[in-house]
């Protein structure tokens, strides 16, 4: 295998990393900025969008199905769990966030903290043998019978691998469009700038409210089916570390900045690869030197790299 | 608003009351009964990722305890009481106090997690607390020491890797290793033993990558390992890290043998990875339990008693450990001292095979089982189609440069 | 007639503290899942008597403000003889002590991320990184070098101060949510060398760590009859209580009022010619040296330390005490911790289900009491202000 090989699939590792990270990310940009809050249970939320998928892949019993069928059914799974979990999110956003929303965004930040604390561990005591590694089918293998991968320079670029990659970047895009051309999109960002004059020009504050928080969530489920996809397995503690990473991608970003999530999510994930690829003994502290760099460009750029949309009032 | 405010502590008073009633009682020492009744207890991680190995080896020792109790033949009535030490050190030693605080408690087994273990040794010899570890294989919690109170069922790394070379080695004829482990002392030990033993063996690995526990992504590691093209790639962890890397390494095509230890011999590794399992090796200290004399009436036993969880790989160990404890207080009574010494003394035989305890404790009999993972299961070898020649290992095929056929039949 | 309201009010605060110390003493001793459920049902119950009995309890409660000293004074003299009375009342008494010890170590971290957090509004999430900055630089110097805990203790706590330091730059930066997460990835990459350098115990960590030995008096000793913690539960208490003076006397100072200033519009208290960012490094390394210091105390009693003890988890614990506690109230952080470190504890009884109640229980609070426990109101200066205008003025 010749180094471009091993470069490539340092690439391709990166972005589907850093699919999941952006996903996650945005979600917690957008909580940010609609309610002030920073949501330590959104990460949770991609964990459960995993177990969720897992449960309705076994309902429809769509393993025995095939052909047109079976794609149905998957899309419906996806589509399903999207918003079952969205629905979760608004949920929790009713119950537990938006009542400590009103004090300091730090409150918000440890109530959460708790909130997903309790999530991850209903799953692992309700759900049967919760606190094992549980099997995630690969799904995709089915779409393409006969041919699984296609080799390019070496590297072994599996199909349904790809395609995760393709329903990734085209659900960021869409996003992105979403936000930027539709109204629903105008009138989450003009609540995100500022919640008081956006309801002063009519808008329905709570609403809005409720739907940044089903989109965050479901997008979230989105990457947690693509996670159990990708690695095969998923366990009830998937979401911690997920979190963490998801907020850090978002305050790289800019807390607050829907692109600048997305771009956080990317940088972080293609650190991580890229060190753990080109450093002696890089695996074992990726994650750390990703800190480091996270730590470096606040440093240099303390407002986050596309800036936080946010005025201080004097 | 205020009346019914007062109704309600009225009745929380008298809630309060009843329950305070209730739990007076509860403090209280039992009545004196017939035999004396003798605590021992049990640590292990009955929380958090390896609950089920802790839960298999609880369910194992109770269940000893329940045969005892039940033969007439002992003096004293045994009660378990157990502790949670979650896999985590902190955790580990906070426990070990509360048990070794309790004078009550004559005798413990403990322990799956090594790191757990290595910190809590010291605790049982500051409060002479009699410890027997039923699951970590790490050698230095034994060897590293000469408490008298701290001795061990199962075997170490060191006998667990020696008979692993001599098993790839010398039997099956593998040369080419690429070694992964996890970075705590566990993983460390592991890859640290097996160097050892392939180094008497003159074999040095083609590489070496430490990976962290809770990491999930290991693709980049192996990648490289894929440009070495290994034979065998070697694996010193536990089941969470290592599924994730046997699955990530067919998903890449890595074209070699899949090796681990004690550390995936778990259900876990096979529910988890379906198909994908066929095929991996693992090693086990003692022997089989079904070749036991007494082992398929422990498996009898344990399934008519009806417990939720599987007794998992280390349960006939703690089984064992049980049987020993209860053995040592019939023998010198509830005394702590007295027990730690006689519990050094143990030769005996019980289902894992025969039990001889070193000067460090350490139960020094060499058995090791290499087994591997066919249709979801985890056979012993020298009862699997591979051995009998009616299934290849992946290594074999690869080996000579052909493809291997998945032969999984489906649990 | 004032003395023997005086006196009333002495026999109101020795009746209401002994009557809450066998009440705790009875909630250590009993193993059951009726204790928490009994607990939870006195706290609704003095909730709702507080409400009904309004002015009956505040009268109880009066005497608590008034006459501050002495109500601490019988605390200590409580806390002093615990040791003594929970043998002959507990069965695990030991355990009890350690966990208490734990409690007693926990207060001072949380202690010093309150002075960081509640009054001058700095999040630090790598409480647990500093914490176990001051504990390694013990265990190092007392294995490596033999040093003895009456150095090693200090020079801890100068460690974890220093180790602030290195933040300087961030701090002077960014604000906010910012610093949150520079701190989060310090802290992460604090453990990771930790577990990776082999010089100073790697996934291993310190085994074997020297207990704390005054002046030729091992820490190892039994005291009479009471077990060798009882050495640890003074030395914690004695170091915990000089603690909570520092603290007590820098919020009632300029220091105090001024970090409040700086917590609450950092922009006005600029403009008033604090320097926000010198101050708030001050702050920073001050906090840091207390959780240096709890680390050492830690090391010493356990003699073991890895690198799991430090991790993210335990921060985030320490922040959760500070603000269920209400940020900027040494007695609300006080209460918090016993909440938050001997309730889990209790908890082991329904092990399966502990952490998930856990995790409700931050977020009822939370909701419940969304500004802490006993959350900071403003400032009172009225009786501090008669007594300097009294005194003339200077």
Redesign the interface.
């Known amino acids: 295998m010749t180094s471009a090989s091993i470069f490539l699939q340092i690439i391709f590792n990166g972005i589907m990393l850093g699919i999941q990270y952006s996903l996650i990310a945005v979600g917690f940009s957008l909580f940010f900025g609609v309610l002030d809050v920073i949501n330590f249970a959104h990460g949770d939320i991609f964990m459960l969008g995993a177990f969720v998928s897992l449960i309705l892949i076994n309902v429809t019993g769509m393993l025995t199905a095939s052909g047109a069928v079976y794609i149905f059914l998957l899309i419906l799974v996806i589509i399903l769990s999207m918003i079952i979990v969205g629905g979760l999110g608004v949920f929790f956003e009713r119950i537990v966030v938006k009542p400590v929303s009103k004090g300091p965004t730090l409150m918000s930040l440890v109530a959460t903290l708790g909130l997903g604390i309790a999530i991850r561990e209903a799953v692992r005591l309700f759900y049967p043998r919760g606190s094992e590694t549980k099997r995630f089918p690969e799904l995709l293998v089915k779409l393409f019978p006969g041919k699984e991968a296609i080799e390019f320079k070496g590297v072994i670029l599996r199909y349904d691998n790809l395609l995760i990659l393709a329903v990734g970047v085209i659900v960021v895009i869409l996003l992105a469009i979403y936000i930027n051309k539709t109204k629903m999109g105008l009138t989450i960002r003009a609540v995100a700038q500022d919640a008081e004059a956006a309801s002063m020009m009519g808008v329905n504050k709570n609403l809005i409210i409720d739907v940044t928080f089903f989109i965050g969530s479901a997008l979230a489920a989105l990457a947690g089916f693509m996670n159990g996809l990708y690695y095969n397995s998923i366990i009830f503690d998937m979401g911690a570390m997920a979190g963490i990473v998801g907020f850090s991608a978002a305050v790289i970003g800019g807390l607050g900045n829907i692109y600048g999530a997305i771009v956080g999510g990317f940088l972080f994930a293609m650190v991580e690869s890229l060190s753990a690829a080109l450093i002696p003994k890089g695996s074992e502290y990726m994650t750390v030197i990703a800190f480091a760099v996270v730590i470096l460009f606040l440093v240099f750029r303390p407002s986050g790299i596309l800036g936080e949309r946010a005025y201080e009032r004097v | 608003m205020r009346g019914s405010l007062k109704v309600v502590s009225l009745v929380i008073i008298i809630l309060l009351v009843f329950s305070l009633l209730l739990v007076s009682n509860y403090g209280c020492k039992p009545k004196e009964e017939e035999k004396k009744v003798v605590k021992i207890g049990f640590i292990g991680p009955l929380t958090g990722k390896y609950s089920k190995m802790g839960i298999g080896g609880l369910n194992s020792f109770k269940l000893a305890v329940m045969q005892q109790n039940n033969s007439g033949k002992n003096k004293y009535t045994y009660e378990v009481v157990s502790f949670d030490d979650e896999c985590v050190p902190q955790k580990g030693v906070e426990v070990a106090t509360k048990a070794c605080s309790d004078p009550e408690i004559i005798a413990a087994a403990t322990h799956y997690c090594s790191m757990v273990a290595i910190s809590c040794v010291d605790v049982y010899h500051k409060f002479g607390l009699p410890a027997i570890v039923w699951g970590a294989v790490l050698p230095d919690i034994t060897y590293g020491n000469d408490y008298i109170e701290v001795s061990r069922v199962n075997g170490t790394q060191v006998e667990q890797n020696e008979f692993n070379a001599h098993f790839m080695v010398d039997e099956l004829g593998f040369k080419k290793f690429c070694i992964i482990h996890d970075t705590t002392d566990y993983g460390r030990g592991h890859l640290k033993y097996f160097l050892k033993a392939l180094e008497k063996r003159g074999i040095e690995p083609l590489s070496i990558d430490g990976v962290t526990i809770g990491q999930k992504d290991f693709t980049t590691i192996l990648t490289k390992i894929k440009a070495l093209n290994p034979e065998v790639v070697y694996f010193g962890g536990l089941t969470a890290e290592g599924s994730l890397i046997k699955s990530q390494m067919d998903k890449l095509g890595v074209k070699a043998q899949f090796l681990g230890t004690s550390g995936i011999k778990s259900d876990d590794f096979n529910t988890s990875l379906g198909e994908h399992a066929e095929g991996t090796i693992c090693m086990l200290d003692g022997a089989p339990i079904e070749k036991m004399p007494g082992g398929l009436e422990f498996k009898k036993a344990y399934e008519e008693a009806g417990f939720d969880e599987p007794y998992e790989a280390y349960g006939p160990f703690a089984y064992c450990a049980a049987n020993i404890i209860i053995k040592a207080i019939e023998k010198v009574g509830p005394d702590r001292a007295k027990v730690a010494e006689e519990i050094n003394k143990t030769d005996t035989e019980d289902i894992i095979g025969r039990i001889h305890f070193n000067e460090y404790g350490q139960n020094d009999v060499p058995l090791v089982t290499a087994y591997v993972s066919q249709d979801g299961q985890w056979v012993p070898w020298d009862d699997s189609l591979y051995a009998k020649g009616e299934r290849e290992l992946p290594g074999f095929a690869y080996r000579e440069g052909r493809e291997w056929v998945n032969p999984y039949q489906g649990p | 007639m004032k003395k023997e309201n005086r006196f009333l009010d002495y026999i109101k605060i020795i009746l209401v503290e002994v009557v809450a110390f066998f009440l705790f003493l009875?909630f250590l001793?009993?193993?059951?899942i009726?204790?928490v459920?009994?607990a939870i049902?006195?706290v609704?119950?003095i909730y709702?008597?507080s409400?009904?009995y309004k002015e009956k309890f505040q009268a109880l409660l009066e005497p608590f403000s008034r006459y501050q000293n002495f109500a601490i004074g019988v605390l200590f003299i409580l806390l002093v003889l615990y040791p003594i009375i929970s043998p002959l009342m507990i069965?695990?008494?030991?355990?009890w002590t350690?966990?208490l010890i734990?409690t007693g170590i926990y207060i001072m971290i949380a202690l010093g991320l309150n002075f960081q957090?509640g009054s001058t509004g700095m999040?630090n999430l790598a409480t647990a990184a500093f914490y176990g900055i001051g504990a390694y630089t013990a265990g190092l110097l007392a294995l490596k070098l033999g040093w003895p805990a009456l150095i090693t203790i200090p020079l801890a706590g100068l460690a974890a101060a220093f180790a602030g330091l290195l933040l300087v730059?961030?701090i002077y930066?960014?604000?906010?949510?910012?610093l949150a997460?520079?701190t989060?990835?310090?802290g992460?990459?604090l453990v990771?060398?930790a577990?990776?350098i082999e010089v100073i115990g790697?996934?291993?960590?310190l085994?074997?760590i020297p207990p704390v030995n005054i002046f030729g008096y091992s820490f190892l000793n039994n005291i009479g009859n009471l077990?060798f913690y009882t050495n640890y539960y003074y030395l914690v208490l004695a170091l915990l209580g000089i603690t909570i003076l520092v603290f007590a006397r820098l919020f009632n100072s300029w220091v105090g009022l001024t970090s409040a200033y700086i917590r609450d519009d950092e922009?006005?208290a600029k403009g008033c010619g604090i320097n926000t960012n010198f101050r708030k490094l001050i702050v920073f390394v001050v906090g840091n040296f207390f959780m240096g210091v709890a680390g050492a105390l830690y090391a010493h009693m356990?003699?073991?330390i890895?690198p799991?003890?430090f991790q993210?988890a335990q921060s985030?614990l320490i922040?959760?005490i500070v603000?269920?506690g209400g940020m900027d109230n040494i007695l609300g952080v006080i209460i918090a911790s016993i909440l938050l470190v001997v309730f889990p504890?209790k908890l082991?009884v329904i092990?399966?289900?502990?952490?998930?109640l856990?995790?409700?229980?931050?977020?009822v609070t939370?909701?419940l009491r969304?500004?802490g426990i006993l959350p900071f109101g403003p400032r009172k200066y009225d009786s501090s202000i008669l007594k300097f205008v009294r005194k003339g003025g200077s």
């Not at chain 3, 930066?173 to 910012?178: A, E, L, R, S, V």
């Not at chain 3, 092990?351 to 998930?356: A, V």
């Not at chain 3, 856990?358 to 977020?363: A, F, K, P, Q």
């Open positions: 009875f001793k009993v193993e059951s009726w204790t459920i009994v049902l006195l609704a119950l709702f008597l409400k009904i069965v695990h008494s030991t355990y350690l966990i734990q957090l999040m730059i961030p930066k960014t604000k906010g949510h910012y997460l520079v989060l990835a310090f992460f990459m990771l060398a577990d990776n790697g996934p291993q960590g085994k074997n077990h922009l006005a356990i003699g073991f890895s799991p003890n993210f985030l922040v959760a603000i269920i504890e082991r092990t399966e289900y502990r952490i998930f856990y995790g409700i229980l931050l977020v939370l909701i969304p500004r």
